[in-house]
Antibody
């Protein structure tokens, strides 16, 4: 069955960097778009970034554009989110989500999430 | 960005009774390809969100048929014909017609 397992979260100081990973299994990773969605503590959902199946096209929310980079390694079935210049408002659970299709912008499977806390 | 507005923000329903959640978008979600890019997710307590309905009215695999999506243009509704205890959680609508993808604030469903 489809499994998405995020890792790399933790406590980091403002201005520092962190890289999140999402290990995928149970489906042909290289044929689906992938996304990161975050949820601040007690708040709603915010789409962060998306990447096409081949990694050629990447899209970002304005709130993270220029600071975060989404990437993937199809040979290792892994999705990444490089987060630079972190701010307190980036504190959230970060979910990795599989696209329903090649790049339908719908998420049919989600990981359990990894918590990122930005604090001094 | 397209703003998604849900009402109510919370509702309490007796098991077996129907429930309805409204979602309004600041722009039409009807694409030139004829599809309406409005989706519904449910986040049960302590879990990641799960897809219920995509492209207005298509139930995702395994979603019970008591869930249905309807609407057009900028006004949409998620209906639960007979609420069950397992339906508790926060329901989100999300538009996928343009980037950035945007969600409604969420509607918390509780059981009476």
């Amino acid at each position: 069955q489809v499994q998405l397992v995020e890792s790399g979260g933790g406590v980091v100081q403002p201005g520092r960097s962190l890289i999140l990973s999402c290990a995928a299994s149970g489906f042909t990773f290289s044929t689906y778009g992938m996304h990161w969605v975050r949820q601040a503590p007690g708040k709603g959902l915010e789409w962060v970034a998306g990447i096409t199946f081949d990694g050629r096209n990447k899209y970002y929310a304005d709130s993270v554009k220029g600071r975060f980079t989404i990437s993937r390694d199809n040979s290792k079935n892994t999705l990444f989110l490089q987060m630079n210049s972190l701010r307190a408002e980036d504190t959230a659970i970060y979910f990795c989500a599989k696209d329903l299709d090649v790049f339908s912008l719908n998420f049919d499977y989600w990981g359990q999430g990894t918590l990122v806390t930005v604090s001094s | 960005d397209i703003v998604m507005t849900q009402t109510p923000l919370s509702l309490s329903v007796t098991p077996g009774q129907p429930a309805s959640i409204s979602c309004k978008s600041s722009q039409s979600l009807l694409h030139s390809d004829g599809e309406t890019y409005l989706n519904w997710y449910l986040q049960k307590p302590g879990q990641p969100p799960q897809l219920l309905i995509y492209e207005l009215s298509n139930r995702f695999s395994g979603v019970p048929d008591r869930f249905s999506g309807s609407g057009s243009g900028t006004d949409f509704t998620l209906k639960i014909s007979r609420v069950e205890a397992e339906d508790v959680g926060v329901y989100y609508c999300m538009q996928s017609i343009q980037l950035p993808l945007t969600f409604g604030q969420g509607t918390k469903l509780e059981i009476k």
